[in-house]
């Protein structure tokens, strides 16, 4: 304010104090006709004329004033005044102000006019919910909207402010409003409502990381938390992960944020098909399809979902394409398990002479492309003897067929030891449960030869994988591995090599497991068959009955 303004104020204030009124309003009158736009002037000169109670007056230089565009300070001096007088008026320029000066903070004083009419006061704050800005005074509005419907118990209106609140507000601003919403909840809801709030809480802290960083394992989080409330919010969750797969997958992907995107682009897949919102399914699958090419991406299951949506469309053409392609490009042992198990049950209703001679065999195809896709899994010849065998109805040949497959495999060095011996335990296995004799057929004694010279290949490595699977040995095998045992012990005591130490304790424990298994079944001399070795190999001390003994005997040893 200026000197001269300042000298204005208290000229008249001058003539006030003198008591001179109507010269005081002629001083006045030529200020704010010089001045228009200085607050001060306006204010003290209304205020002198609410003190001498000249209303009308009043009002007519509020009007004036108004009409200049002041700050909404002025509208609040008018509006404190007609509160006295006329409600009405008061409410005349509430409008007045919101559409000049519109805020979240003059909509809610508006409403608070109208605090002994709650009908008027609700009017207010709906029109407030489309009108005013979500600025930093938004969440009082909704504050106060909320407040007022509880006192004046309309529960439901005041429970559906606060969620509108929570959904509009940024999240930033609303912590408030989510601290009410629970008070309420806990004094005027229910288990459910009370869950819902906490799941809303729980919504705004998914989205709020998903601001700060694109995490698709939040993604799921979330998707999860939005199927508990209905296929509307599903939906929504799952078109804003497509979208956001649509706009870029990871861009530096590990094999868990890639594992967590397909999840999440699987699912949607799924879910598109069960709901019938078939938009969803088409973009995730062509954002699955057009993502494996991928370098980091040697998943199974873009495949198994664009497949086996496929299948729910009855299109088993379209599946198989889907599958072969995934097997060429990804060559994963699980989409084999998939691949199989489809063809698996298609076969159910053929014979099994027809599919035992059929070159078509599906299955068979696949176990054999799997077995070359991934010669290092032994998981993959293994089942594709128990089909052969499956499909066999006592046929000897093709019994003969399938334990040569496993073998082949069994002898295969490429093949780690490990699982050569798991393959090996698998054909003695089928031989046992199968029964057969024949010419064509080997007996139960020729594979476990073939699967202790298989493990020989590997020296102790391979030989100390044995005792893992001694039930499948018969008792003349036990005491003929046992034999293989104690002369390498003596051939490593005999070469007084220090890399031999850590073999020989190998056998010497696989030795342990052997008689832990063989003495309660297997009638033999321990001195000769099952003889622990101490100090000399040839004058085996036996220890006592038992596995315990056998491993105390041990350790007095290593002392």
Known sequence: MTRREKLWIAYGKFEIASQNISLAKNVFERAVEVFPR????????????????DFTYAREVFSRWL??????????????LEKQLDVERAAEIFELLIERHPAARHWADYAKLYKRSYTKARIVFRRAFHEAPLDKDAPKLYLDYASAATANGDIDEARSVYSK??????????????DAFMQFEQQHGSEETIAAVVAESRRRVYDSMLDSDNSWATRAELIRLESRFGVER??????????????????????????????????AVAFSDVTGLGDIGDTA??????????????????????????????DLEGARQVLDVGLDMTGSPKLFRHYIALETALQSSIPAAELKASPDNKVRYLYHKWADTCPEDPIAVEDLARYECMIAEGDQTQYARALELLAAKGNDEAVPASARNHIWTTCVDMVRSTGASSDSYPDLDSVVSSWIESMESDGISGLALIPDCYLALPAAKLCEVDSRFVELLKSFRESGEDDADDDEYDLRTARSALVAVAQPTVAVREDEALGWWFEDVDGAVAPSTGLMALMSDSDEDEQ
């Open 285 to 314: 699958q062509d954002i699955l399809l057009n993502a494996v090419p991928h370098a980091e991406l040697r998943s199974s299951k873009p495949f198994t979902a664009v497949g086996d949506r496929a299948l729910r469309h009855q």
């Open 67 to 80: 009409a200049w565009d002041p700050e909404p300070k002025a509208f609040y001096r008018a509006i404190a």
């Open 165 to 178: 609140g929570l959904a509009d507000l940024p999240r930033d601003d609303s912590g408030q409003l989510y």
């Open 234 to 267: 599903a939906a929504a969750a799952y078109r804003a992960a497509v979208s956001a797969a649509d706009t870029g997958l990871p861009s530096s992907p590990t094999r868990n944020a890639w594992r967590a995107c397909l999840a999440v682009l699987a699912d």
């Open 38 to 53: 200085v607050f001060s002037l306006w204010d003290t000169y209304t205020r002198f004329l609410i003190d001498i109670e």
